[in-house]
């Protein structure tokens, strides 16, 4: 009985969520920028997320001219879906409404052509990799126990350690891929303004200013302060209030 219950509830939740998405959408599509995102946010009150949910929150806002929160939903939705060119496309657009104008300094040398190569599958996928070709190499395994020629068994041989060779190479691209994105931190700034400083107080040194929109990456949380780097790798201590954690 509880079971059935569960199982009510979840589909209740479902359907409230889709609702509620459906009613966001045509919201937006009669220009009712408010009512829509009023519509999106129950249906994250209600634990349901999607790239497509945050994409359309991201251009709510962006309608409304409220970079932070149009950025800040961007890249969540990006978080869900890193590939999707329309999330990058309109990120970008929304980004010319910063009034900070940080440089990204690239990455060189072979860290970046490993990440470059990692980066390419979610470890998810990596993962989902490296198990179908452990079940390859285990094909090639069985084959070469039975074969019964010289020949067929040097190739399932030979196979078996080109197959245990790219599961070497999946796995470790996978943990390498989990550890970017737990390690990865990124913050959207939601403060109108706000004074970076030298050390977690507020009587220390003035580093910089930043504006609302803008994106920096957290290092490190101290009581009610976080240690942050821009994309130009610049670093410093700001109010966690200040800002709102992507992920």
């Known amino acids: ?55 359309n929150l991201g251009n709510c806002y962006y309608k409304l001219n409220k970079v932070a929160p149009a950025i800040y939903n961007y890249e969540k939705a990006l978080v869900l879906n890193p590939n999707d060119a329309e999330i990058t496309n309109n990120l970008k657009f929304a980004h010319k409404m910063q009034i900070d104008e940080i440089k990204v300094v690239p990455q060189v040398g072979f860290s970046k052509m490993v990440h470059d190569f990692t980066s390419v599958f979610h470890y998810n996928t990596w993962a989902g990799i490296s198990v179908g070709l452990a079940i390859l190499f285990l094909v090639f395994f069985i084959g070469y126990y039975f074969s019964q020629t010289v020949l067929s ?58 504006h609302e929109g803008t994106k920096v990456f957290v290092l490190e949380t101290l009581d009610s302060w976080k240690k942050i780097q821009l994309t130009d790798g610049t670093e410093g201590w700001i109010e966690k209030t200040a800002i709102r954690e992507v992920k």
């Open 1 to 55: 009985m509880k079971k059935i219950i569960f199982i009510f509830l979840l589909s209740t939740q479902f359907f409230f969520a889709q609702d509620g998405f459906e009613k966001g959408n045509d919201f937006y599509r009669k220009g009712k920028y408010e009512q829509a995102i009023t519509e999106y946010e129950s249906v994250l009150a209600g634990k349901q997320h999607s790239a497509e949910l945050y994409f």
């Open 153 to 210: 068994k040097r190739i399932f041989f030979i196979g078996m350690f080109v197959f245990l060779f790219l599961i070497l190479i999946s796995v470790s691209s996978a943990i390498s891929e989990k550890n970017h994105f737990e390690n990865d931190k990124p913050a959207i700034v939601f403060a109108e303004m706000v004074l970076v400083k030298s050390e977690p107080q507020g009587a220390s040194t003035t580093v910089f200013t930043l």
